[in-house]
């Protein structure tokens, strides 16, 4: 199992950033998949998850109504649409699955949100 974000960078605060997290290794359709963050010194956060059909979804209350995940079976790639970033939002940003009872997580991809 493999799951490889990318998409991070430096956005000035009310802009967007798509993140996206490559997966394999797997039966991609079958798991949900979850999207956290975390800044140095505090625990990870849940950002935010979809079904493995993608009909269902949930957000942190910090990022409802700014963000959206989504997902492409096709492309076993799930994707974290970010909109009008805030300073707060930056953080490394991981993919995370659990199959077959264990847990995944990517490597991460880093979010700063500054002027």
């Known amino acids: 199992v493999q799951l490889v974000e990318s998409g991070g960078g430096l956005v000035q605060p009310g802009g967007s950033l798509r993140l996206s997290c490559l997966a394999s290794?797997?039966?991609?359709?079958?798991?949900?998949i979850n999207w956290y963050r975390q800044v140095a010194g505090k625990e990870r956060e849940l950002v935010a998850s979809?079904?493995?059909?993608?009909?269902?979804?949930n957000y942190a209350d910090s990022v409802k109504g700014r963000f959206t995940i989504s997902r492409d079976n096709a492309k076993n790639t799930v994707y974290l649409q970010m909109n009008s970033l805030e300073p707060e939002d930056t953080a490394v940003y991981y993919c995370?699955?659990?199959?077959?009872?264990?847990?995944?997580w990517g490597q991460g991809t880093q979010v700063t949100v500054s002027s």
């Open positions: 995370y699955a659990r199959v077959r009872f264990r847990p995944y």
């Open positions: 290794g797997f039966t991609f359709s079958s798991y949900t």
């Open positions: 979809i079904t493995g059909a993608g009909d269902s979804t």
